[in-house]
């Protein structure tokens, strides 16, 4: 919380926040940490997403207070940021649940960073946006155990996703600067979510077109390839022929021409 | 070398010297190099100081011994470590272990034979003369003398008719051959496989892989689908004709699209189909970005614009992706209202 409130006050410095943004802001920083405790210490039932009229309303002034400037007060978006009717839970949780959102700079694309909310904050305003307009939910935890069926994954994963994101999930590059981020080590719940929605230049793969636990088995791939090392040994990224063919012409080649001079320089 | 030159330097101011090229192209030849010989015999510390010597011949066959250690312990890594079919990560150890012990057995000998010759082995520069390879006169007359014997024994340069017939038979043995082995290739005109793919008029668009339908409304808005031809899965030469047949399915804002007039009615409601095929050398191009609506091939970075009719607007393409012209069926399914119009893929001799 403490974060939020120091970033907020350097921007507000430019000029690029509501004057009564600070304000707001130490407001609902106060109902909130006064609203964690009073969910803490209730009943640890809370966790479970149960959307309720309160998280709602915390949603709302939370989004208010970090997101508005771009996506607009009512949500309809500006200049800076799209209109988020009808983007759903999955997306606010995917966005902010990831640290993209807030953004940190323009560019070509929102970056990944450290989560800036916390997973109550992030589900009462992904609570928000949803209760605005019909959208993607935040999925089921039984399609994110990484219990489906990998060999069933792992084709659908050839077919859909390894063109940008690369067979083995490491990611690579799109046109001008945009990226295909690695997939390892993203929480099941985010890919999930990623498919759903088709984050900023991602395409969207809805349950129409990859179903639920088809999804879950591409999990499963992706949980496979994280358990799994490489058989080969050093994978070097599995970047394929770039990473190799350079490791293979600097040390490969690099003993060649050592073994070389070796042979020919006289004995002393 | 040396000898040429002064031969040339010799006739001043005649033809040669007086054609040759203007001072600043010509070849400076005043400084020719000349032939330094053998730099002095420098004695080695194994030659000098027997301790070393010594030290030298421990150390080849130490790596002697390094390599049949080597070559033992890839036998006993190779037993020791049995394969079992536990996931494919089983084979890493071994892998790593065989492939070192058995390089330490190479580079042993190698390392041990080159170290061997560079401070033991006989180490003054010695010049070996190469051989004339022209053999002696009494040889050659000799072997002529054979040539004219068999000539005249068999008559070949006495009958003509023998050997002009012998060479026509020779001439002809190789036609069958070439007559057979033609016909392996492709039967008619390999472009007309090329030109044809699996769509036609009223082919339902699937979904690669499980061939099920696509109904329109199942394509939101920044979807899209990798698409297979119906019936793709039944067919004899499944991988050629989806090498051909592929197709991306997109749906953007009706808006977003700059359709040509006569090509307005080849979406349905912002859903457009292009083949997957690459027209530079046939990679499948799929990196769509939904925002920019840029479709980037991974092979060589051709950038289509799919706004445009997927129009090249980067990269070594020459020709936008053809389009598959889509409707909807009775029941809802997307369907191709015919097959492409123009083939698909990379250009070849042939087309059109």
Known sequence: MSRTTSTTAKRGNSGRRH??????????????????????????????????????????????????????LDVQGTEAGPSLYGVGAASVDFQVGTGRMPLAAS????????????????????????????????????YLQGDGDATLGAELFRINCAMCHNVAGAGGALTEGKYAPSLDGVEPVHVYEAMVTGPQNMPVFNDLNISPQEKADIITYLKYLEDNPSPGGFDLGSLGPVSEGLFVWIFGLGAIVAVTVWIAAKSN | MAQHDTGEHADAGSALERNMPAPGTAVERSDAFVNPGLPPHRLRVTDIDPKKNKQAERRVYTLFYVSIIGSVLAVAAYAAIPIDTEGAAYVRITTALLGSAIALGLLGIGIGAI????????????????????GTDETRARAVEIFELGNEESGFGRRAL?????????????????????????????AAALEVTMWDSGTRLTRDPTGTPILASEVTLGSVYHVIPEGLLESEHKLEEKAKAAVLLMRLKPEDLNELPERTDWSYQGIVAYSKICTHVGCPVALYEQQTHHLL??????????????KVIFGPASRPLPQLPIAVDAEGYLVAQSGFLEPVGPSYWERS
């Not at chain 1, 990944?112 to 605005?132: E, G, I, R």
């Not at chain 2, 023998?162 to 390999?190: E, H, K, Q, V, Y």
């Not at chain 2, 970075?301 to 445009?308: A, E, H, I, L």
Request: charged share 15%; net charge negative.
């Open chain 1, 19 to 72: 004057p009564l943004a600070s304000v707001a802001l130490i407001l609902v920083g106060l109902i909130t940490t006064g609203g964690a405790y009073a969910m803490f210490t209730s009943t640890a039932a809370a966790e479970t997403t149960a959307v309720t009229q309160t998280m709602i309303e915390e949603g709302e002034k939370l989004f208010a207070s970090n997101c508005a400037t771009c996506h607009g």
């Open chain 1, 107 to 142: 560019g070509p694309q929102a970056e990944q960073k450290p989560v800036q909310f916390t997973q109550d904050q992030t589900d009462a305003m992904a609570a928000y946006v949803a209760s605005l307009a019909p959208g993607p939910a935040i999925p089921s935890d039984e």
């Open chain 2, 115 to 134: 170290y061997w010759a560079k401070s033991l082995m006989r180490g003054d520069e010695i010049i070996e003369m190469r051989h004339p390879t022209r």
């Open chain 2, 162 to 190: 023998i050997r002009n017939s012998l060479i026509g038979a020779l001439i002809a043995t190789p036609i069958p051959a070439i007559i057979l082995f033609r016909d392996l290739g492709p039967a008619g005109n390999p």
């Open chain 2, 297 to 310: 091939c991974p092979c060589h970075q051709s950038t289509f614009d799919v706004k445009d009719h997927c």
